[in-house]
């Protein structure tokens, strides 16, 4: 059983950067693919980013290639995305996930552990 908490959203102009952090309890964990995603309203819920237990494989939606980077503390449960060059279109819910798969997934249906969201807002 693993649980998430994110934090670290907020409200920021274009251009702008943030840190997202997913913390998480559990001790297998450090052995979970982490993903984050999206969701803005009206929307579906899409992917961002995604990670491999040893941080060796990486996984970006076209997107967000080039502006943000996904990284992963194992010692301290913590995976983060780094948010730069900020659009209004990354205005959303973003929300990590995680679960034991072989490889960084894009699909949110590979998932089954999930975090409660924290609101990023890019203003114009």
């Known amino acids: 059983q693993v649980q998430l908490v994110e934090s670290g959203g907020g409200l920021v102009q274009s251009g702008g950067s943030l840190r997202l952090s997913c913390a998480a309890s559990?001790?297998?964990?450090?052995?979970?693919?982490v993903g984050w995603f999206r969701q803005a309203p009206g929307k579906e819920r899409e992917f961002v980013a995604a990670?491999?237990?040893?941080?060796?494989?990486?996984l970006y939606a076209d997107s967000v290639k080039g502006r943000f980077t996904i990284s992963r503390d194992n010692a301290k449960n913590t995976v983060y995305l780094q948010m730069n060059s900020l659009k209004p279109e990354d205005t959303a819910v973003y929300y990590c996930a995680a679960d034991s798969l072989v490889a960084p997934s894009g699909s949110p249906d590979n998932y089954d552990y999930w975090g409660q969201g924290t609101q990023v807002t890019v203003s114009s």
């Open positions: 559990g001790r297998t964990f450090s052995s979970y693919v």
């Open positions: 990670i491999s237990w040893s941080a060796g494989s990486t």
